[in-house]
Structure formats: C-alpha cells, structure tokens
C-alpha cells in the first residue's frame, strides 16, 4: 500500500486554530479520499504551515486559495520539506488567492511561484483546481488542470438526493456570513478594515429591519478576538441575532446545518449550504468569490451599501414567493464536478499503477 502525506491546514502560522472555512476543506476531503481510495492509499495528514518529514511515496496538497501572485508562506514550507526529494505532488481543488489582478497573463509577480508551481505539476501531470479562473491563470502559464471544483462541495450526504434544488414551504431561520477583520501592525492596513465594518453594520441592520419575524444567526468564521469583531458580536446580539464563533470547528456542524438559506461574504459558507442543496446568496468581495461566481453562478453582489441593499431586495423577493429558481442547476453543476473530482482521483490511483 502507497503512504500518501496530504498537506492541509488545520493551523495559522502562528500555530492557532485555523478558520471554519479551511476546516471544512479538511474535512470534506479527507471524506472523499478516504471513501475512494483508503483501500489503495495510507494516508497521513501534514500540516503544511510548518516543515515536515517528505518520507512518502507521494503528496497531495489539498485545497485552499494557496496559488498567490508572490510566494505563499505555506509554498514555502513544502519547499523546504521536499529538498533533494524527488516525489510526485498531486494538487486537489486548489485556488487563487483573493487579490486582485489586471490579466491572467501577467498573475505571477515573482519567478519563485511561477518555478514552484510548474516544478509541482510537472512531478505528476495530475493538478487540479477549484474554479474557471484559476484554472485559466494555470493555462496560460503551461499548466494544464483539470477543473474539480473544491473538496468542500461535495458532501456525500446530500450529493444525490436531489437533481434540483427542493423549494420549502417556509423559510425560518437565515444564516448570515460576514467579513474577516484582521487588525494590522500598519496604520493603512487598520484603516483599511474601516469601511468594511461600517458596511458590516449596515448590513446586520438591514437585515433585522427586514426580517423581524426570521431567526439570524451571524457565523465568524475566524474568531471573535479583536476590538472590531467583539463590537459586532455585541451590535448583533444587541438588535436580536445569535452568533456563533466558529474559529477551529467545521462549517459543516448540527447547529448551522438547521438554517434553511444563507446571505453573506464568506466563500466556504456559501459553499457549505448550497452543498446541502440549500440556497445562499453570496457579496462579491475579492478574487476567491469572483473566481467561484465564474464557475457556479448564483445571485451576487460588490459588497457595499448599494450592493447589500440590492442582495438584500433579491434575497426577499426570493423568501418572499419561496421562488428559488436561480438555484434549480447550482446541484447539477456540483454532480459535474463531482464527476470530474472522481475521474481524477482514479487517475492519482492509476498513476501508481
């Protein structure tokens, strides 16, 4: 049996619990590996923001926006632990990170990126990726992937049930996401965390405004740990939402699992509820949510003050009539990728063979 190392992050830099969207990665692609070929493979976990011992017989390095226009920190530690090794290196749904760039030609600021992910695809030919836009980034780069989609959508659970999306009677309880706000050693970068906080507020107002009679739950996805974040919490719980810190759990758990569609920023929480075959309404706010909306449409929003009153008006119409049409093919769309995420993980068995 081939020892397999899978690189995630279940881990910060700093050694912290990671946020609620890598765990969900985590866990929906240890699900898919282990369903498909545990019998072929021993898998071992690595975490990948710190060096390791590349005693294996291969390694995966599995999901999450890991793909940055200058060296990812994480890049750099898989780098080091591969020195004078020679061991293919499979990429599973990875992607682009959320900064913004001029052309898919010209992505690559620094040639060490560009060296490290040609060196990764060329020790196996197998690479694949979450979204159209990465994907074409690759392209153009002498990448040739295969469009997977994240591990994060396929949960087997609910992945055959229903060829489209089912339409409730009532719509009760509105899960809602909201940005991340990292506090910064830099005067710009704090002030930087200004306006989305202010538009975060206006956000969590309009909602309550609209829906008094809907239960709302506000996720934080990493954390409530600063001065911003805590200031939200206690705005939220103070006008009637519930909150939920979700810093080192999965998004896949009980108590979110019970809310019936979601509205916000945060990509993996969208991911999570439209993998259940549940509606969800993402804001546009970077290049992780622009490339996903490229791959799989569903109604979207820039998230500012027009943007959150616009999504917010669509999202009503839709509660309103029960009428979420625009979501009849997102689980068609996940069933393709499903079948393509499936056809390359063979291929990884095959290559062994």
Known sequence: MRKIGVLWSVLTTSGKKSNAG????CERGKKLLETYCDDVFEFNYIERTKPFNACYDG????????ISRKLH????MIIESIKDKNLPIFCLGIGISGSKFDTEKEYFIDEESIHFWKYV???????????KITQDVLENYGIK???TGCPALFNLKHLNKNSVYKKKESIKKIAVSIPQFTISTSIRGSLSIIRPFFITIYFLYALKKKFREKELGVVFQHGIDNLFTKLIQKYANWIGLKTYDYLGK????????????QIGTRLHSHINYLSMNKPSFLFNVDMRTEAFLETINTPSEKYTISGVNNLIKKFSESI???NIDEF?????????????MREFINKMIAFYN
């Open 22 to 25: 890598n765990y969900l990665i």
């Open 59 to 66: 390694l995966i390095i599995l999901g999450g926006p890991l």
């Open 73 to 76: 920190h994480q890049s750099k």
């Open 121 to 131: 695809y060329q020790s196996s030919k197998l690479f694949s990726v979450r979204d």
């Open 145 to 147: 992937t295969e469009l």
């Open 250 to 261: 999965s998004l896949d758990s009980f108590e979110l699992n019970q809310y019936d569609i």
């Open 320 to 322: 309103a009539h029960v």
């Open 328 to 340: 009849n093919d997102v689980p068609k769309e996940i069933s393709k990728l499903f079948k393509v």
